[in-house]
Every structure is written in C-alpha cells, then in structure tokens.
C-alpha cells in the first residue's frame, strides 16, 4: 500500500473545472481550455504522499521552475503562459499558480544523470548498466559519469515506483522520432543546467523532465530542475564512495526511516506526520536551494 495519507479535495472555483490531484500539483482546467495548474506544499517520500506539509513549499518549486525556464528560454520552448491568478481563485494559490499550454503529454519520465546514485547506482552494481547504457568498471555512489546520460522511466499511478528503461524500449512506446527529440532536449537542458548550477557551487546529481506536444513542436512542461525533480548536491562536499549531502528530502527520509518515527517502510501502515524540527529543517533547504541557484534573496 502507498498513496496519499490524506487526499485533499479539490477546490471549487467558479470557470475551473478540476482535472486531477497529482502528488504535489493540482490541476484544473480554465475556459480558454488552458491547464491552471497550482503546486500545493505537500511533500512524498517512499511512494507516499505524507501527512504533513512544507510551508512555501509551492512557491519555492513554482519561483524556481520559472528561473529556470527562463534559463532555458533559447534551448527548448516552455508551457508557461501566464503567472496571473485566475479570476476567483483564493488568495493562497497567489505564487503557486501558473496558466499553462494544455500539452499532449508524452508519458515518459525523461532523466538525465551525469552522476551515479540512486536506481542508477542500484543497476550498474547488478549488471554495470544503467537503463542499459553500458558505463566504465570501478564507478562508486556519487561518481562523475564520463558524459550525461538519458535513462528514461515510464511514469507510475500515484504508490507506484516508476521504472528505469532501455532507450529502445522508449522508441518502441512513442516512435523513434519522438524519442530522439526527447533524448536531444533532455541533454541539452540537463548540461545547460549542470552549468548553471556549477557555478553556482552546486552538482546537478541527475534531473526529470517531462515533455508534451503542441501541435507538432516538443514543449518543456511540468515543474523543472526543482529539488523534488533533481538531486543537488553541494559542491564543497561532493566525495564519491559514500551518499551525497543534498538539498532536498533527506532529513525527511532519515527521520521516517530513523527509529524516531516508529515507521516501517515495508509495513503496509501509512507514514506519520513529521516532527516540527523535521518540517522546519526540510522548508529551510528548500529555500537555501532557491537562493543558492538564482542568487537571489527568498
Ligand atoms: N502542460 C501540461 N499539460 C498537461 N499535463 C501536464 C502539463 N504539465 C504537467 N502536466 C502533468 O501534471 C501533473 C503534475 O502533477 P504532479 O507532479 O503532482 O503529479 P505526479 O504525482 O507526478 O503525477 P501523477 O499524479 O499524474 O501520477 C503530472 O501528471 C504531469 O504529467
Ligand atoms: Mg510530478
């Protein structure tokens, strides 16, 4: 068992029509047949969509995805259209909300590692791939791949893991053509990005982006190069052989699996509400993230 602790119900605003409650977005629908789509401050972990929430949150992922898009204006064309609040819509959605180009999403979570961790590490130690790209002997967690690499996922129902697979497999689900656009954009804004945030004394570890078409033409959509997309990693402390500091939910995962929370991951029971220096402590990096890339006060 996994899901949401709690689902929030959809807020009723006069000319939206609510479409779905994502993990951490909610979408609707305007009367132009536009996508509002307003990021809340829940937070996941473990498949689960917990039972607390992050103040700001929301506004952090939505400053920081517009930064980037910004970022990435003369790369790829972006779903953005408006950060105007929809007429009626409550006051708190200010910040979070953005009016987006309703996409023909393609269902393919496009990741881009220029590091080694997580279910990449998980695959290259079984069988010295990742989504079966063939990668150097003597690899260890955290290490610099010699170039990115593009190791698709498709994308699970909500309580479902999201599973790595080969390019091949990608290009038989939406065409050979579609997958190398996706491929080239997904390097391309991952290595733009990793520059970026170089810079700026950070490790872009790997990323997630989705994509969708208007027409003919692949737009960025989503949320991107957020802390719950991508693992960042302060430089100063990056040393391959051992897990990586990072900038996102880390003091969450420590302390549900710690012996404080009286959780067990692989019970069937549902995750308990986090501890408030465990809230306090997640909110902060957050924000220390934003900061740290644009460069700008929160
Ligand atoms: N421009 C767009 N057009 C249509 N759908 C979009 C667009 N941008 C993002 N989405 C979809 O909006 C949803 C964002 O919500 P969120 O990230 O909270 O959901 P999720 O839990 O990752 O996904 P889901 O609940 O669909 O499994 C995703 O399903 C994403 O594919
Ligand atoms: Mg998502």
């Known amino acids: 068992m996994s899901g949401f602790v709690e689902k929030p119900e959809p807020i009723e605003v006069p000319g939206l029509v609510h479409l779905h409650t994502g993990k951490v977005r909610d979408l609707y629908q305007n009367e132009a047949g536009d996508l509002v789509m ?58 979070r909300t953005l009016v987006c ?19 990449g590490l998980a695959e290259y130690r079984e069988s010295r791939t990742v989504c079966g790209l063939a990668l150097p002997e003597g ?7 010699p170039g990115p690499i593009f190791t698709p996922a498709t994308k699970a129902e909500v309580g479902e893991h999201d599973e790595n697979v080969s390019y091949e497999e990608v290009a038989r689900q939406v065409g ?11 390097l391309a804004v991952y290595s733009r990005a990793r520059d970026i945030a170089r810079d700026r004394g950070i490790v872009l570890a790997d990323t997630k982006f989705e994509f969708g078409f208007d027409g ?3 737009v960025l959509a989503d949320e991107v190069l957020t802390p719950d997309s991508s693992r960042f990693w302060p430089a100063d402390q990056w040393q391959p052989g051992r897990a990586q500091p990072s900038y996102d939910k880390q003091f969450v995962r420590d302390w549900l699996t710690g012996p404080d929370s009286g ?3 692989k019970s069937e029971q549902p995750p308990p509400a986090l501890p408030e220096e465990v809230v306090a402590a997640t909110r902060a990096k957050y924000i220390e993230a934003y900061e740290h890339l644009t460069g700008t006060r929160w």
């Open 263 to 265: 959780w067990d991951r």
């Open 176 to 186: 050979a053509e579609t997958a190398a656009q996706l491929r080239q954009a997904t």
């Open 139 to 145: 690899l260890e967690d955290g290490s610099e791949l």
């Open 38 to 95: 307003v990021a809340s401050d829940r937070i996941s972990a473990y498949d689960w969509v917990l039972p607390s929430e992050i103040p700001d949150k929301g506004r952090v992922l939505t400053r920081l995805s517009l930064w980037w898009f910004d970022q990435l204006r003369d790369l790829v064309p972006n779903h953005v259209i408006s950060t105007e609040l929809p007429e009626g819509a409550p006051a708190d959605w200010e910040g």
């Open 216 to 218: 003919d033409t692949l």
């Open 101 to 119: 180009k309703s996409l023909r999403m393609v269902p393919v979570e496009c990741v881009a590692r220029g590091y080694l961790t997580g279910s």
